[in-house]
């Protein structure tokens, strides 16, 4: 009776333990894994506009920030050109992590009939050095004037980026430097 009681124990807590996993999460309840933590209107079309976003997550994993305009077609063309955001992440009046996004190449767009989506970073939450809520303030330094047509009508979106199938962020090349 006592070794029965410990296997169980043991396969509890195992399964627990898997259930809590990224990977688990990722696979069997993507919906609410891949929801958005940030959806804001931000218009990166106009140099100087600023935004403080409190990163409020539920998952320890790799995170994007996108832009998105409605409509599909920005993601089936594919477009490219310039605009870069500056970004900084703070808690408790620290600087974690800061810098600017690379320009929008051709590769990486993605989205529904509804939206085109850009990531244009990926950081990890936590940061190691957070002592407390973490707030990441972005300001248009280059504006993204191949969106013209799409200006009062952009967005910054936040979501996971990991994919479970090869446990890492689908867009490793966007990863800031998180290291001070």
């Not at 809520?133 to 013209?148: A, G, N, R, S």
């Amino acid at each position: 009776m006592k070794k029965l009681f410990v296997i169980l124990m043991v396969v509890f807590a195992v399964g627990v333990y898997v259930f809590n996993t990224n990977r688990f999460q990722a696979f069997f309840f993507n919906e609410t894994f891949y929801e958005n933590i940030v959806d804001l209107p931000y218009d990166v079309l106009k140099k100087g506009e600023r935004i403080s976003i409190p990163l409020k997550y539920k998952y320890d994993t790799c995170y994007d920030v996108a832009v998105a305009v409605p409509g599909r077609e920005l993601s089936d063309s594919r477009e490219s050109g310039d605009g870069r955001l500056m970004y900084q992440f703070v808690s408790e009046g620290k600087i974690l992590a800061s810098g600017v996004t690379k320009p929008i190449v051709r590769r990486g767009w993605g989205g529904s009939d509804a939206i085109s989506i850009r990531p244009l970073m990926v950081f990890d939450l936590p940061f190691s050095e957070a002592h407390g809520d973490v707030i990441l303030q972005l300001e248009v330094v280059e504006p993204f004037l191949f969106m013209k047509e799409y200006e009062g009508h952009t967005t910054i979106v936040i979501n996971p980026d990991y994919a479970p199938k090869f446990d890492k962020c689908y867009h490793e090349d966007l990863r800031i430097d998180q290291a001070k």
